[in-house]
């Protein structure tokens, strides 16, 4: 099973990005889905995340600003970002618990880098 996120970029402040993480491989269902975002010099924080039945879950400070949501196709996740400040800059990584015949294990992404320029 391989995680691609793509969408990434450089924007202009107040500008919008959507990020997108489809999934590939064996894969017999996908429950959770998440993002996160490391910026530079900081540790991996929590951005969002999406149920298999569709609830989501932000952190605190981008609720509001983010969206994530599912594709028509089933093993794809968006992530929408709009008013992007400096202060977003970081490398975004999608995350997903994936059935594999009967087995349920987490998989990463490799990230894609969103830069927001002041």
């Known amino acids: 099973v391989q995680l691609q996120a793509s969408g990434g970029g450089l924007v202009q402040a107040g500008g919008s990005l959507r990020l997108s993480c489809v999934a590939s491989?064996?894969?017999?269902?996908?429950?959770?889905v998440r993002w996160f975002r490391q910026a530079p010099g900081k540790q991996r924080e929590f951005v969002a995340h999406?149920?298999?039945?569709?609830?989501?879950n932000y952190a605190a400070s981008l609720k509001g600003q983010f969206t994530i949501s599912r594709g028509n196709a089933k093993n794809t996740v968006y992530l929408q970002m709009n008013s992007l400040k400096p202060e977003d800059t970081a490398v975004y990584f999608c995350?997903?618990?994936?059935?594999?015949?009967?087995?349920?294990?987490?998989?990463w992404g490799q990230g894609t880098l969103v830069t927001v320029s002041s």
């Open positions: 995350n997903a618990d994936v059935y594999t015949d009967r087995t349920l294990r987490n998989y």
């Open positions: 491989g064996s894969i017999s269902s996908i429950n959770t």
């Open positions: 999406i149920t298999s039945g569709g609830f989501t």
